[in-house]
């Protein structure tokens, strides 16, 4: 049976949010203290990883950092919005740009990731998304930067991909590079996407797909295509969990 508290004791957990939501967002100290836990757990992580599917992309990251100029192919990144945790300390060389939220709550998590040493643009399904996709495609045309999108996010169908990563490949000539993050053991938020928060000195596999092109014209059929195929290749690198 589902419990009814009383309004008083709701509107007051309510204005508790908004108070810490607010004090993360204009406070310096507080976004580098939640970069510093971050990186502090994630070093504490053991990743094993096939990274060697992206081997190119690191290859032109390295020596582009060792002053070359080259260029490769970009990716888009795509994978579940509960298993993003770990994966951005998995960012090594790579320029990426992450699309966030354009909402309170996500302009937390841009400052963060900016601090963390990634690129940012607004946008959701809900508000600004076709702007931020746009922005991002054009970062990535010189095969230098890439992206990294939760394909089910910001708020669900949990483990259904939307169109936005394909629109983002198909602009910039880019793969889609699925990729899947097993946490062996994690804390699950109660929320629409059971989001993982692996415990301290925790396993993580991380497994990247093959991925695909997207070279066909975006209609609602090859969408439908693209969004079976990446659900498929998703689930195959590691079947669902409840």
């Known amino acids: 049976m589902k419990i009814q508290l009383p309004f008083i004791i709701t509107e007051n957990i309510r204005r508790l949010r908004r108070k810490i939501r607010d004090f993360f967002r204009n406070s310096d100290f507080a976004v580098n203290f939640l970069a510093s836990f971050y990186t502090l757990l994630c070093k504490s992580l053991r990743y094993q990883s096939n990274r060697e599917k992206i081997a190119e992309q690191d290859s032109v990251a390295k020596a582009r950092k060792n002053g070359e100029d080259v260029k490769g192919t970009p990716i888009v990144i795509c994978l579940w919005h509960d298993e993003l945790f770990p ?37 959701s399904s809900r508000k600004g998304g076709l702007k931020a996709l746009l922005q991002s495609a054009k970062l990535m045309k010189d095969g230098t930067i890439h992206s990294c999108i939760t394909v089910d996010g910001p708020m669900g169908p949990r483990h259904k991909a939307k169109d936005g990563a394909f629109l983002l490949a198909y602009k910039a000539n880019a793969k889609i590079m699925p990729v899947r993050l097993d946490i062996k053991t994690s804390y699950k938020l109660p929320s629409w996407d059971k989001f993982q928060i692996p415990m301290p000195f925790s396993k993580v596999n991380v ?36």
Do not use: W
Request: glycine share 6%; charged share 30%.
């Open 87 to 123: 994966l951005i300390h998995l960012q090594q060389d790579l320029d990426i740009v992450c699309i966030v939220s354009a909402s309170k709550d996500g302009a937390i998590l841009e400052k963060l990731m900016q601090k963390l040493g990634l690129r940012t643009a607004a946008g």
């Open 207 to 242: 497994h990247f797909g093959d991925g695909f092109f997207v070279d066909k014209e975006l209609t609602e059929e090859n969408l439908i295509y693209y969004r079976t195929k990446l659900e498929k290749e998703l689930h195959e690198l590691l079947p669902t969990r409840t």
